[in-house]
């Protein structure tokens, strides 16, 4: 993608200059991850916070930063750390890229992150807004992210009718927000609009709700002018989530320590690589697979839903309490785990808690 781009006579020429001093009067300060031009912190700051919001990447940003404080520690991290302190925060392919990106970063740069946008997008799991981030937060090259927040704003600001489900418009939307960057910025001036790109489509200008009477963009903006902002950004195809139905089988035994039958999912997938109780697509494949005495003892749980990008995820949880050990092939695939070590083992989010409903109420938390 081109990276060129200058002034252009249909497009307002003030956005950039209102953008900056709106982010440095009214934008989101303080967060731990601003005032900071390390690319290793920003880097992490950026990949946790796609698709998630800023109050639940917080906690996982310090815990992140307390056990791997730079990018050599974390590329020197076993895979199941990394993806053990990732857990919860969904979007499991980000933690895998995340190591391998690290471990890139130390094996071809010596440790250094590159300095420019098309340096950075080489890396694994480094898109081009993240790169673009990156690279004006730390290096101060003038280059626009365009995320989801940024194309909501400029195709509102600019009353840009391309449909972004197809490839041409979203050039064509790259190539304007590249023509809106300020001119000659300094590296200060690229922290405040870039980060003000981010802020106003985080704060004011939100998907259902834009707030217009508070925007610094009201005076030049089109879609507010046309009266109806919520048509931008125009985008036809719509994702569809399959509905699928999973139950898992969760095995503990009755005496003895705290203690959960999970087996490792494959490497690729949904849930890749994180541990899981063993899954089946029908309630008679687990009668199927297990010793007819056991089955009677099978205990429905109540049902829970859970929502993938693509997916839509019945869970029907299925409860087998075990009076002795089972003897080798009884069970599905899988290895016991402590209770007390299941904090250092990547679960997908909604096994966490039911395997924590099982527990002494508070064991979880001391795991
Ligand atoms: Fe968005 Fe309204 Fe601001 Fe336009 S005026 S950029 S629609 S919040």
Not at 50 to 59: A, N, R, W
Request: overall charge neutral; glycine content about 8%; proline content about 8%.
């Amino acid at each position: 993608m081109s990276r060129a781009g200058g002034p252009r006579a249909d497009l307002p020429s003030d956005f950039a200059p209102l953008l900056i001093d709106w982010q440095r009067r009214a934008g989101r300060s303080g967060m731990p991850w601003q005032n900071t031009r390390d690319p290793y912190r920003v880097w992490l700051s950026e990949v946790m916070l796609q698709q998630t919001q800023v109050s639940t990447v917080l906690g996982y940003y310090a815990r992140f930063l307390e056990r791997f404080p730079d990018v050599r520690a974390l590329a020197a991290a076993e895979a199941d750390e990394v993806m053990a302190l990732w857990s919860g925060l969904g979007y499991y392919s980000r933690a895998r890229n995340l190591h391998r990106c690290a471990q890139a970063v130390v094996e071809q740069h010596g440790g250094a992150f590159p300095s420019t946008a098309a340096g950075l997008e080489t890396l694994p799991g480094i898109g081009a807004s993240t790169a673009a981030a990156i690279a004006a937060f730390c290096f101060g090259e003038r280059v626009s992210i365009v995320d989801g927040n940024v194309r909501r704003v400029l195709t509102r600001l600019l009353a840009f009718e391309g449909d972004l489900a197809q490839t041409k418009p979203q050039r064509e939307l790259w190539e304007v927000a590249q023509a809106l960057l300020p001119i000659e910025p300094s590296a200060d001036d690229m922290t405040a609009y870039t980060q003000g790109l981010m802020d106003l489509g985080a704060t004011v200008c939100t998907r259902s709700r834009p707030a217009c009477g508070q925007c610094p963009m009201q005076g030049i903006c089109r879609g507010y002018q046309a009266g109806e902002p919520q048509r931008f950004p125009v985008k036809t195809r719509t994702l569809k989530r399959r509905h699928e139905s999973w139950w898992l089988l969760l095995v503990k035994l009755a005496d003895g320590p705290e203690r959960f039958w999970l087996q490792r999912r494959p490497a690729s997938g949904i849930w890749a690589g994180l541990y899981c109780p063993p899954v089946f697509e029908s309630e008679q494949g687990v009668h199927r697979d297990l010793p007819p005495a056991w089955v009677d003892r099978v205990i429905a749980l109540d049902a829970v839903s859970h929502s993938l990008t693509h997916r839509e995820l019945r869970l029907h949880p299925l409860l087998l309490v075990l009076t002795s050990e089972p003897l080798p092939g009884e069970l599905p695939p899988g290895q016991w785990v402590d209770a007390g070590l299941l904090s250092q083992h990547g679960l997908p989010a909604p096994v966490k808690p039911l395997l924590q409903a099982l527990l002494a109420p508070d064991l979880f938390e001391r795991t």
